[in-house]
């Protein structure tokens, strides 16, 4: 849970047809959305993203991203559109592009690439998505897919910040065709400015290691970027089918690009949440929550919540946008099909309002109770609810967690911090376990090769850069 408005209104979007030719393919083809749709699209959904997600917050890095991608896009097809590139702050390992010529980099994927011409391949392949005009195609293909499904209500977890919005972009899906077009598209502009497409295999590769380190579960660039097959075989063809003479004056920028992750955060930032058992802290915003025992539980972007083991009940906390506990209640209980009476009090000294409540909802009747709580300058919005059938047997429990909500005081939780990546330069040859014993920290030797894309009886080789990673277990 980050500090920020925790929702925003999806766009409405208008469906037209119409057939327009596809600017990096020169082909004509039905385009459900016309080139100022898009950029409105892009627009939109952008300030969604920045506010679900959030900046990676480091302006020199957040700059080397921008020009690289600016460098590549001017050379595409279409190098009018404004293109903007970013750095979101997420540990996952992904990349994204919306219509209109925005496109997002996950710190977590940047972290695991080796060479600035690794990440051009990844830019280079996003800026493909954007001048084909895919994503812009499969957006509309949603839109019509998903029109007549209603307009979600405070009692869907997706309309409650959980996964909504913009956030779905992420969850597209293209087509292999698609892919191989991206990949193909992704070669020319990395060849275009200069950038050795022999890196773009060992991208391939490295996605490919991230998948099998982790037993089978992929990574969302490659969950949602279906592999069109043998994808770094297929880039170690098209780099061959480059003259020596024009590979041997091309960039990699290996060891600057290293230098460039000095100090980045690797996995998740505890500064926005972390659990501790079924106790959420939250050294930021500077409060905790104990949610009930055995529930499963996550701390999405703009949320966080647990849900029942039987899956029939939720309690969620997000940030209201009232100025007070009384006027956020009032307006929650003015809803429609909302029936219940907030009363003012207090949550262990801070200032609350709320009650419990029941409503009519697209799945039926809920029976729930509410609590907002005003802490540190924010209100807090604690929303619990169930179907009336078995709200009864869950609302003691979920009572408990709504009056647990209290200021953090323990210091060595508002003291943590996350872990990074530190860079070093070793001076002799070693093996990953000698490495990991002579620079010790809080990840496996199996995750340091990762990271630095070595496999299985590989070496750190003498005065090479490698990623090491330093921080401290959680409190
Ligand atoms: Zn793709």
């Known amino acids: 849970m980050k500090v920020r408005s925790p929702f925003l209104a999806l766009p409405l979007l208008l469906a037209l047809g119409a057939c327009a030719v596809n600017p990096a393919t020169g082909k004509r083809q039905l385009m459900l959305v016309s080139e100022s749709q898009e950029l409105a699209m892009g627009k939109e959904y952008d300030q969604q993203i920045v506010a679900e997600m959030g900046l990676y917050d480091d302006p020199t890095l957040a700059a080397y991203v921008q020009k690289l991608g600016l460098q590549m896009a001017v050379l595409s097809e279409r190098p009018q559109l404004a293109w903007t590139f970013r750095l979101v702050d997420d540990p996952v390992v992904n990349a994204f592009a919306v219509p209109g010529g925005y496109i997002y980099i996950t710190r977590g994927i940047m972290s695991q690439l080796e060479s600035e011409a690794q990440l051009a391949s990844v830019l280079g392949h996003e800026i493909g998505h954007v001048t084909a005009r895919h994503t812009a195609q499969q957006i509309t293909k949603q839109q019509v897919a998903q029109l007549g499904l ?31 077009q991206a990949d193909e598209l992704g070669f020319r502009y990395m060849r275009a400015a200069r950038y050795d497409p022999r890196e773009a295999g060992d991208m391939f590769r490295q996605l490919v290691r991230m998948s099998d380190a982790s037993g089978g579960r992929i990574p969302e660039w490659q969950s949602t970027h279906p592999d069109p097959g043998n994808r770094a075989e297929k880039a170690d063809a098209r780099a061959a089918t480059v003259p020596q003479t024009e590979l041997s004056g091309m960039i990699v920028h290996h060891d600057e690009y290293i230098q460039r992750l000095d100090g980045i955060v690797y996995g998740d930032d505890p500064r926005q949440g972390f659990f501790s058992g079924a106790r959420f802290l939250h050294p930021t915003l500077r409060f905790e929550l104990t949610f009930p025992a055995g529930w499963p539980h996550a701390n999405q972007h703009s949320a966080v919540f647990a849900q029942s ?16 506990p009384a006027e956020a209640a009032n307006g929650f209980f003015a809803g429609q099909g909302v029936t219940g009476t907030a009363v003012s009090g207090s949550i262990n000294g801070l200032p609350s309002a709320g009650g419990a409540f029941t409503a009519q909802t697209d799945q039926g009747a809920v029976q729930g109770e509410v609590q907002f709580v005003a802490h540190g300058g924010a209100v807090f919005q604690l929303l619990a609810y169930a179907s009336s059938s078995v709200w009864p047997g869950r609302q003691a429990a979920v009572r408990q967690t709504l009056a647990s909500f209290r200021t953090l005081t323990d210091q060595q939780a508002l003291a943590v911090q996350p872990w990074r990546v530190d860079i070093v330069r070793v001076d002799q040859t070693l093996t990953p376990a000698a490495f ?8 496996d ?19 090479n850069l490698v990623k090491r990673v330093v921080g401290r277990p959680l409190p």
């Open 150 to 180: 209603g307009i979600g209500s405070i009692f869907s977890p997706v309309a409650a910040g959980i996964a909504g919005g913009a956030m779905q972009v992420l969850f597209l899906k293209f087509s292999r065709d698609d892919e191989s």
């Open 309 to 324: 083991a039987e899956k029939d009940a939720v309690v969620v906390l997000s940030l209201a946008s009232s100025a007070t």
């Open 436 to 443: 990991a014993q002579r620079y010790p920290g809080p990840v």
């Open 445 to 463: 030797v199996n995750a340091l090769m990762l990271l630095n894309q070595v496999d299985e009886g590989g070496r750190f080789m003498n005065r």
